[in-house]
């Protein structure tokens, strides 16, 4: 069963950068679209980005273009997602999942790694 491993997140300060990881263990991931989802405290999930399992198509939320680029190394079984000019509104736990289709919609996603939590604060 595939599953998913999120890395990279932390505690950083106003217009700081991070790089978030989205690995997958003993299966691969190059046949899959992958999102970003985040969910700050008590508030939804909501959408991020997403890359289609080509790599080819992206799409990000309005709040973080300009801002967070998605990437995909096949080689390396991994979907990245460098985060620059981070804000406090970007605090949340980060989560990648993985679906047919790159899709905003959480409920496409069928399958979810664990999450990492993203503190950006001075």
């Known amino acids: 069963q595939l599953q998913l491993v999120e890395s990279g997140g932390g505690l950083v300060q106003p217009g700081g950068s991070l790089r978030l990881s989205c690995a997958a263990s003993?299966?691969?991931?190059?046949?899959?679209?992958i999102g970003w989802f985040r969910q700050a405290p008590g508030k939804e999930r909501e959408g991020v980005s997403c890359?289609?399992?080509?790599?080819?198509?992206?799409s990000y939320a309005d709040s973080v273009k300009g801002r967070f680029t998605i990437s995909r190394d096949k080689a390396k079984n991994t979907v990245y997602l460098q985060m620059d000019s981070l804000k406090p509104e970007d605090t949340g736990v980060y989560y990648c999942?993985?679906?047919?289709?790159?899709?905003?919609?959480?409920?496409?996603?069928?399958?979810w790694g664990q999450g990492t939590q993203v503190i950006v604060s001075s």
């Open positions: 003993r299966y691969t991931l190059n046949y899959y679209a």
């Open positions: 999942a993985a679906g047919e289709y790159a899709t905003m919609r959480a409920h496409e996603y069928v399958v």
């Open positions: 890359i289609s399992s080509s790599g080819t198509g992206t």
